[in-house]
């Protein structure tokens, strides 16, 4: 008989090596997959500013610019949201689940408020998907993040609900890590989105 089977102590040391040795190969994923996101992005961005740059009629008729003020307002929001979730993680790593909760709703709310700023302004623009090619890319781009702002809200939802279950960090903390790097991810897309869109006409 070997002498880790002697000693309980190895064992409980071999196990959370192994954890977080699993955990780290789960976190080197899910950058992976954030990075081909990043590229999807990349080409939208390099899209949208080669046709903003070649075509002379960029705006659709009638449309001088875009409102500036609510889509500000959204983006203060969703990037002060990367600072309140830090702070949820914050609370976890001390295991305060209560302060983890709290502050873990708290972004999700900041979300919530970014997507339904979004679908006002959407519904308050005279111009559509079909109006030129400004049009098209201006919906694209924007109903592209703000799929991933309701993806990363639907995440901090399961992430919420798991934080009740007896033991769920036993394992390590890979859901929230996860979920807290594709928020951040979202919210750093959405500042050069604004850039594009709203600072630059």
């Known amino acids: ?28 994923g899910f950058i992976v997959f954030l990075l081909s996101e990043s590229v999807i992005f990349l080409s939208f961005f390099v899209g949208y ?32 949201s990367s600072f309140v979730i830090y702070f949820a993680e914050r609370f976890l790593h001390k295991e305060n689940l209560w302060g983890f909760r709290a502050f ?5 709310a900041m979300g919530s408020f970014f997507l339904y700023g979004q ?22 781009l924007t109903g592209f993040h703000g799929l991933h702002v309701m993806t990363g ?17 036993a394992g390590g903390e890979f859901g929230v890590a996860a979920t807290s790097l594709f928020w ?3 919210d750093v897309i959405w500042i050069i989105l604004f850039i594009l869109i709203y600072v630059w006409q």
């Open 1 to 28: 008989m070997s002498t880790a089977n002697l000693d309980p102590t190895l064992n409980i040391h071999g196990t959370h090596a192994a954890e977080h040795e699993e955990e780290d190969h789960r976190m080197f």
């Open 49 to 80: 500013t080669v046709y903003k740059t070649n075509i002379t009629d960029w705006l659709p008729a009638g449309v001088e610019g875009l409102e500036v003020r609510e889509p500000l307002i959204n983006t203060i929001v969703l990037v002060s």
């Open 104 to 108: 873990w709703l708290l972004t999700m």
């Open 119 to 140: 679908a006002v302004e959407w519904m308050g623009l005279p111009f559509g998907f079909t109006d030129g090619v400004f049009g098209g890319t201006f919906y694209l």
């Open 153 to 169: 809200v639907l995440l901090q939802g399961i992430m919420l609900g798991r934080s009740f279950l007896p033991n769920n960090y």
């Open 184 to 186: 951040h991810f979202v």
